[in-house]
């Protein structure tokens, strides 16, 4: 009883101070907002993302696929085990019973093909009849694709065209009068801006998520810059719509940056105007088309733009000129900086190979350089960017043979004479088969590496010393030679 009788006042005590705080509290709220309203500064709120929602959601679909594997049939037949099969099964089809003559010998049984799931994603409508648009590796490699609605219609899909590049593939289903998703202005996106995902997360159908842009035109090398959000993307999304609060697509939801494989607060999505560009032309011609100028490039550094009388760090150093390329036409040199490209300026270094990228092949241009302290106008024919594998025409390798490197997860050849003549490179390896690491750092069969940190390579023995010699604690920097193009891409070598 004492103990009740105690409380009770500290109790009413503690109620009359959380009401008197509570009074304060708005009090000081209402006068903030007059504070607010008499500066002019506008009062912000989360916004209520229903109505969006309710207008984009039927324009999403879930995409599974389908893929074909090999599987090696069981020695147990219609009729019962075969025992000679059996341990053909297990010893491999060479295997021979003692005694067993030639007329025994039976050729090992063919493998069978069976279709079995792949994976999901998402996707978007971008017409009344029936194109969709997804990501490149949600449906590469499959057999068989199919959609479904918001209504829970499933369609058949076939493919149009894809673009690895950009990762953008356009799909078609059967189907008239459909509502495809309004399309946004990716360059008007601005960082703190509110973002929807709409997609099918572990499979989860129409899954909403939401967040704010955290960065624009975030740079991973090669021709892409992403939206960087922290809205929750996960495996299923890919391929869904990045949704603005007018509810247009401004995105393609297209990677996480995660060590777990789920989200863990950065994803990427893939600006819409670069989407929209790939689409029109995978629709009209089942693939896209680049320009090229024939130049290696590289960053151009504080102290090197100083040494040579540039204003700021900014534009691409010509490092090599293809001997007969566009560029070499062109009269550019190396140790050019080349600064602006048909109007549009060049501040990263990584920003040219997008913009001669996006230029139609035999599109005369103007370039911009900067060279021995002056600006000079350069007039170029572009040319066009091979389509075929990575690092030219006849870059994919057929012999699996190489110097297996265990410590970047790649084996490699030396570069084959009629490609290195091709290609105008000395040296150099080409890369056969890639694992982890280099396979997560943007490494692709077909590339050929030219250097490792500052060593130029010379040879397939001479990559694996260097491999072996690298720092583990550290990444290491390889440039790689694609499409004509060159780039540095850092791997972190595998722990011994």
């Known amino acids: 009883m004492q103990?009740?009788?105690?409380?009770?006042?500290?109790?009413?005590?503690?109620?009359?101070?959380?009401?008197l705080?509570?009074?304060?509290?708005?009090?000081?709220?209402?006068?903030?907002?007059?504070?607010?309203?008499?500066?002019?500064?506008?009062?912000?709120?989360?916004?209520?993302?229903?109505?969006?929602?309710?207008?984009t959601e039927g324009s999403v679909v879930n995409i599974r696929t389908t893929e074909a594997v090999q599987v090696r049939p069981t020695p147990f037949g219609p009729n019962g085990p075969d025992p000679y099969e059996m341990f053909r099964w297990f010893f491999g089809p060479d295997f021979m019973p003692p005694g067993a003559g030639p007329r025994q010998r039976q050729a090992p049984p063919a493998p069978q093909e069976r279709t079995v799931p792949r994976g999901v994603g998402s996707g978007f409508i971008v017409s009344e009849d029936g194109y969709i648009v997804t990501n490149n590796h949600v449906v590469e490699g499959a057999n068989g694709i199919f959609v479904t609605m918001t209504d829970g219609k499933e369609h058949s899909a076939e493919i149009i065209g894809t673009d690895p590049r950009t990762d953008v593939a356009l799909i078609k289903i059967d189907a008239k009068g459909l509502t495809p998703m309004p399309i946004g202005d990716s360059k008007r996106l601005r960082k703190g801006?509110?973002?929807?995902?709409?997609?099918?997360?572990?499979?989860?159908?129409?899954?909403?998520?939401?967040?704010?842009?955290?960065?624009?035109?975030?740079?991973?090398?090669?021709?892409?810059?992403?939206?960087?959000?922290?809205?929750?993307?996960?495996?299923?999304?890919?391929?869904?719509?990045?949704i603005n609060l007018a509810g247009q697509a401004v995105g393609i939801n297209s990677q996480i940056i995660s060590q777990s494989g789920g989200f863990m607060g950065i994803s990427l999505a893939i600006p819409i105007d670069e989407v929209m560009r790939v689409v029109d032309?995978?629709?009209?011609?089942?693939?896209?088309?680049?320009?090229?100028?024939g130049v290696q490039i590289g960053p151009v550094s504080a102290e090197v733009a100083k040494a040579i009388g540039l204003e700021k760090a900014k534009g691409a150093m010509v490092s090599n000129v293809e001997e007969g390329g566009p560029a070499a036409k062109a009269g550019v040199r190396p140790g050019d900086v080349i600064t602006e490209f048909n109007g549009t300026e060049i501040n990263h270094w990584t920003d040219l190979p997008r913009v001669v990228g996006g230029t139609k092949p035999d599109t005369n241009a103007t370039m911009e350089v900067w060279r021995k302290g002056k600006s000079v106008d350069i007039k170029i024919n572009v040319g066009e960017l091979a389509a075929a594998n990575p690092a030219g025409p006849d870059a994919n390798p057929a012999t699996p043979e190489g110097t297996?490197?265990?410590?970047?997860?790649?084996?490699?050849?030396?570069?084959?004479?009629?490609i290195a003549s091709q290609l105008r490179i000395k040296g150099g390896v080409q890369v056969t088969q890639v694992e982890e690491p280099a396979a997560s750092a943007g490494i692709y069969p077909g590339d050929i590496i030219l250097t490792v940190n500052a060593v130029d390579v010379t040879d397939a023995k001479q990559f694996a010393r260097l491999v072996s010699e690298l720092d583990r604690s550290r990444n290491a920097a390889l440039l790689v030679l694609r499409d004509g193009q060159t780039q540095w891409i850092p791997v972190t070598p595998r722990k011994k």
Do not use: C
Not at 12 to 19: D, E, N, T, Y
Not at 230 to 242: C, E, Q, R, T
């Open 404 to 418: 297996p490197t265990d410590g970047l997860g790649l084996t490699v050849t030396d570069v084959p004479e009629a």
């Open 193 to 242: 801006q509110w973002v929807l995902a709409i997609g099918s997360p572990f499979g989860l159908d129409s899954t909403v998520t939401a967040g704010i842009i955290s960065a624009i035109n975030r740079e991973t090398g090669d021709y892409l810059p992403f939206i960087q959000t922290d809205v929750a993307v996960n495996p299923g999304n890919s391929g869904g719509p990045l």
């Open 21 to 55: 705080g509570l009074a304060l509290g708005l009090a000081s709220g209402v006068a903030a907002a007059q504070d607010t309203q008499s500066t002019n500064v506008p009062v912000l709120s989360v916004p209520d993302f229903t109505e969006v929602v309710a207008r």
């Open 281 to 293: 032309q995978l629709k009209e011609h089942g693939k896209v088309t680049r320009g090229r100028i």
């Open 3 to 19: 103990t009740v009788s105690t409380r009770k006042p500290r109790i009413k005590r503690w109620m009359g101070s959380l009401s």
